[in-house]
């Protein structure tokens, strides 16, 4: 448990960084700008209590923002996708054989599962994300093309940095 703690703690101080230092300058014409930090809320073991569920999203959405001058929009996005991340996981189908130790990736639950799940939590923070920053119904073009184009890019990278670190089991 100790193991996967402290991988989980380095895990959301290198997402931090890696958001804040690289990606945050990657902006393709305006309409794709990746949000891997969200990445550590997607890779939390299925039975966190939900309160620390709420309040880790509430911290690395605090740590982007601090460095991004956002005030507040990567925490709301980010505190919104982690309470929607319970239903996500019953729509996208628990694990048939519950173990005690899965987390929600593709070494435990299969590529289909875990580009669903990230698919729908990607595409919910993304809007609302965008949602906020225009906060114009008249840019809702706009605001729809920079959702579809950033889901792509972020739910890329995600797959791309799972593969990358997953463990078989």
């Known amino acids: 448990m100790n193991k996967l703690f402290g991988r989980d703690f380095v895990r959301f101080f290198v997402l931090i960084l890696v958001q804040v230092l690289v990606l945050d300058h ?26 620390l569920l709420l309040l880790l999203a509430f911290l690395i959405g605090f740590g982007v923002d601090s460095f991004s001058n956002s ?3 990567h925490t709301f996005a980010t505190v919104l996708i982690a309470y ?11 694990p048939a054989e519950y173990e005690g130790n899965l987390k929600p990736g593709i070494a435990d639950m ?3 599962w875990f580009f669903a799940y990230s698919m729908v939590l990607v595409l919910a923070h993304q809007l609302v ?30 797959i791309v940095v799972e593969y990358l670190f997953m463990r078989k089991r």
Request: aromatic share 12%.
């Open 129 to 158: 994300l965008y949602t906020l920053e225009s906060l114009r119904l008249a840019e809702i073009g706009s605001i729809l093309l920079k959702t579809l184009t950033g889901s792509i890019l972020t739910l890329a990278l995600i």
């Open 26 to 51: 990657i902006n393709l014409h305006g309409y794709a700008n990746p949000s891997l930090y969200i990445y550590f809320i997607l890779l939390l073991p299925f039975e966190i209590p939900g309160f």
């Open 71 to 73: 005030i507040g929009l």
């Open 84 to 94: 929607l991340r319970p239903w996500v996981i019953r729509l996208a189908g628990p």
């Open 110 to 112: 299969g590529f289909r």
